[in-house]
């Protein structure tokens, strides 16, 4: 059975930082994209970054670009978000979630953790 397990996530000022990470098990961790994603309150859940396993590229959606960074672990099944400089925009609930095949879009993954809060003061 594929589970996530999200962590990292709090409360900030404006500014500041937050490191996210997600256990994950039930799968080969090396193979296919592994990626985060957030929703706000009466928004559509929306693509943040994603990293492919298989040839290590990665995206970041035009909103958090040089402020976000997605890594991945495959000895430990991890995967990270180090946010910096957060917005009161960035507030929402992150999840993160895997796909077998390629791409970022939300559409196409099927199986998310439950998810950590991320809330940014301003």
């Known amino acids: 059975e594929v589970q996530f397990v999200e962590s990292g996530g709090g409360l900030v000022q404006a500014g500041g930082s937050l490191r996210l990470s997600c256990a994950a098990s039930?799968?080969?961790?090396?193979?296919?994209?592994l990626g985060w994603f957030r929703q706000a309150p009466g928004k559509e859940r929306e693509g943040v970054s994603c990293?492919?396993?298989?040839?290590?590229?990665?995206y970041y959606a035009d909103s958090v670009k040089g402020r976000f960074t997605i890594s991945s672990d495959n000895a430990q099944n991890t995967v990270h978000l180090e946010m910096n400089s957060l917005k009161p925009e960035d507030t929402a609930v992150y999840y993160c979630?895997?796909?077998?095949?390629?791409?970022?879009?939300?559409?196409?993954?099927?199986?998310w953790g439950q998810g950590t809060q991320v809330t940014v003061s301003s």
């Open positions: 979630a895997r796909y077998s095949g390629y791409g970022c879009y939300a559409a196409n993954f099927g199986s």
């Open positions: 039930g799968f080969t961790f090396d193979v296919g994209v």
């Open positions: 990293i492919d396993s298989r040839d290590g590229s990665t």
